[in-house]
Each structure stands twice: as structure tokens, then as C-alpha cells.
């Protein structure tokens, strides 16, 4: 299969090229760097050190034997995915390709904008080339649990049937997003249904929960081949960022009462599912939405679980509860529905203490790459007057 995977240097993107390519697919991945710049600019980097993409490549060549080529530009900028599409000729493309942090979005006017124009005309201009030059190909796209929010029913996966006023009809679920990052996907995933309906598209909508991990298979090859670790306050998730705490005796920062419960899963379970999504792909016109999740806690539930592995390897850790800058129901009702790619076959990665210490232990490895100053909340969602309101 010809695999084209948008988003290709980053912390998912670059675990999935080495997968497909190591398993004979026939791999290219595009990016335009924004991550590694926009990390920087906010004063961070990643834990674990990164080669070049080009690096990757050759290094990945030299482990592997395999190839990957790679396209360098901008997929929301002029023709260039067009072009993309074009001369690779792709079977399947696996879209990582947006800007992926919600506090990010939340900083400023300038990164709100930023981050719609990207993902949303990134993933407009992309349909529109698949519609033109590759309407065979399965869209793999990467959404997110975050476009529901946390209503009071059951989270279904993507669709609902509803009986109103004496008859029935199945929808698409209905979205609360709680950023304009999570609102970018809803965008996206409205999009990309009226692309299937329309244009006869096929597509599949992987809503991903929260993604925790450093190491791949493939990643423990050669240090080149490392993906990127973020554990900052802007673009590091919950257990990364308890682990990367732990590890340096900086206390672990739950938001508010931490009752926030949300799905989780393994890198090398995000790697499976999508996996077995390009295996078995949807028919033509239909659009597809898996939950992409494997356990459900809340965040009080994984600080304790993190301060607990860590005393096994001998750490010291405190859990400390900080106002929550962020605009969510802290004590809510969740149970999404996660069963489709159970279904096709995904054998889980689950959570437990021995994954978290050898999470700890590649963490230990790098901690002088820490940068302290970054880890501590400073993006507040609710604006500073609705906040002296509200108290």
C-alpha cells in the first residue's frame, strides 16, 4: 500500500511512518516543522533528543533497509498537497498534520487564528486533492475525544439516533468542544463528512484520546529514530507531563479537584489502531468515526497511580491540586462507547505500574534536558475579568 502521512516529523507521525514502512508499505511523510517552532517559541524543547527529519530517514534506512521519502511545505499553503497527492499517488493517507495543543490555541488572538486556518484549510485543501487526484484513497484522519466534551448521555461513536416529534434518524453525535483546538476538529470532521456524502470520499474519523508514552519497537533501534517527548504545560499531556514530574521532583500539577476524566491510551496502541483502520478500509461515500481509546480515568486517578510507581523506584513524589486555568467540568458523567476497533481487532496496552516505571526509566535517562520554567499552567482559558466575576 502507498502511505502518505501528514504530520510525518511529529510525535505521532514519525512512530507511524517507521510502522508502515518496517511492515512493506510504501511510505512518505510530509511536514513543514511548525511543531519543532512553535515548541521552541513558547521556551521549550522535547525531553528526548531529535534528529532532523533527514537524519530520521537515513537512520531508519540504515536500521531497517527501508525507505521513506519525504515532501517538505505547508499543506494549507497554495498547491502544495495538491502537488503532493498528485505525484505520490497515495492508497491511504494518515492526516497528524495540524497544530495540536489546545492551550496553545487559547494563548492569543494570533494563535486562536493560526491554529483554525491551519487544520481547518490544511484539511479543506487536502479533500479537495483527494477529490481531484486520489478519490480511491482512505482518509485516516486523527480527531479527537475533545470534540464531544463531557455531555450527560453516552458518547457514542460519532453518530446518534435521535426520535424527535415522532420520527427517527441517526445524526452526528453533537459536539461541545472546550477549545478552539478541539473546535479546529469539529470543523474538520464536518468537512470530511461532506466530502464522503458529496464527493463519494471514504474516510476515518480516529477520535484519540489522551496519548501517553516515549518508545516505540522501532524507536529503540537507534537513538535517530527517537520521536519527540513534550511535558511542558502547552504541549505536554497528563501522564507525560506527571512522569516528566516525578522524575525531577517537581511536584505533580492537577488541575483543580482532578476529577477530569478523559480516555487514554499507549503511543504504541495509537500506532494499532491506525494500523488496523488502514487494513480494513470503509466503502466509498461512507464516513467513519472509531473512538481511539483504550481506559478511562480521571486525573486525580493517574497523578496517584504515577506517585505510586514512582515510590517503587525509589522517588519522592507529591500531587499538588493548582486552580484549573482551563474552562471544564471538573466532577462529570463520561462513558464514551470504544468498541469498533476493538471489534477489528486492536489488543490493548493497558496502564499499569511496570509501563509507567520504564517510562521513568527512559525519562531518567534525558532529565538534564528539562527546562523548568515551562511546566508550571500559565495559559488561562476565561479571561481575567470573567474571572473576578465568577469569584
Not at 480527531?143 to 420520527?167: A, W
Not at 468515526?289 to 481506559?295: A, K, L, M, P, S
Request: contains cysteine; hydrophobic residues 40%; charged residues 25%.
Amino acid at each position: 500500500m502507498r502511505v502518505l502521512i501528514l504530520g510525518g516529523d511529529g510525535y505521532l507521525g514519525w512512530p507511524t511512518a517507521m510502522r508502515f514502512s518496517g511492515t512493506g508499505h510504501e511510505v512518505a511523510v510530509v511536514d513543514n516543522f511548525l511543531r519543532r517552532r512553535w515548541v521552541e517559541e513558547a521556551g521549550s524543547s522535547s525531553l528526548t533528543p531529535l534528529a532532523s527529519l533527514d537524519e530520521r530517514i537515513t537512520g531508519w534506512k540504515e536500521a531497517s533497509g527501508k525507505e521513506i521519502q519525504s515532501y517538505v511545505g505547508d499543506i494549507a499553503e497554495g498547491t502544495f498537497v495538491t502537488e503532493v497527492v498528485r505525484e505520490f499517488e497515495p492508497e491511504a493517507i494518515i492526516h497528524y498534520g495540524e497544530q495540536p495543543s489546545a492551550p496553545w490555541s487559547m494563548r492569543s488572538v494570533d494563535n486562536a487564528v493560526t491554529t483554525q486556518a491551519n487544520n481547518v484549510i490544511g484539511s479543506l485543501k487536502l479533500l479537495w486533492a483527494m477529490r481531484d487526484f486520489a478519490p480511491d484513497a482512505h482518509l485516516i484522519k486523527l480527531g479527537t475525544m475533545g470534540e464531544y466534551g463531557t455531555p450527560n448521555i453516552d458518547i457514542e461513536e460519532g453518530f446518534i439516533e435521535i426520535e424527535h416529534n415522532g420520527r427517527r434518524d441517526t445524526l452526528p453525535f453533537p459536539k461541545l468542544p472546550g477549545s478552539l483546538y478541539h473546535l479546529s476538529k469539529v470543523h474538520d470532521s464536518h468537512n470530511i463528512h461532506f466530502a464522503c456524502r458529496t464527493w463519494g470520499l471514504r474516510a476515518t474519523d480516529l477520535n484519540q484520546g489522551v496519548v501517553y508514552g516515549i518508545e516505540t519497537p522501532e524507536t529503540r533501534l537507534d537513538e535517530r529514530l527517537l520521536t519527540r517527548f513534550d511535558y511542558d504545560e502547552m504541549f505536554g499531556t497528563a501522564l507525560n507531563r506527571f512522569a516528566v514530574q516525578a522524575v525531577i521532583g517537581h511536584p505533580l500539577t492537577v488541575y483543580g479537584k482532578g476529577g477530569q476524566t478523559r480516555g487514554f491510551l499507549n503511543i504504541v496502541d495509537t500506532l494499532q489502531c491506525v494500523g488496523i483502520t488502514a487494513e480494513n478500509p470503509p466503502d466509498a461515500g461512507e464516513y467513519r468515526v472509531f473512538n481511539q481509546f483504550t481506559e478511562v480515568f480521571n486525573v486525580a486517578e493517574l497523578a496517584e497511580k504515577v506517585r505510586h510507581a514512582a515510590g517503587e523506584v525509589g522517588l519522592d513524589v507529591r500531587v499538588d491540586h493548582v486552580a484549573n486555568p482551563r474552562m471544564e467540568l471538573e466532577e462529570h458523567y463520561y462513558n464514551p462507547t470504544h468498541t469498533k476497533l476493538l471489534e477489528l481487532g486492536l489488543q490493548p496496552t493497558l496502564l499499569s505500574e511496570t509501563l509507567i516505571e520504564s517510562m521513568l526509566d527512559v525519562i531518567r535517562r534525558y532529565r538534564e534536558n528539562v527546562i523548568m520554567d515551562v511546566i508550571d499552567p500559565v495559559t488561562q482559558w476565561r479571561p481575567e475579568r470573567l474571572e473576578k466575576s465568577v469569584k
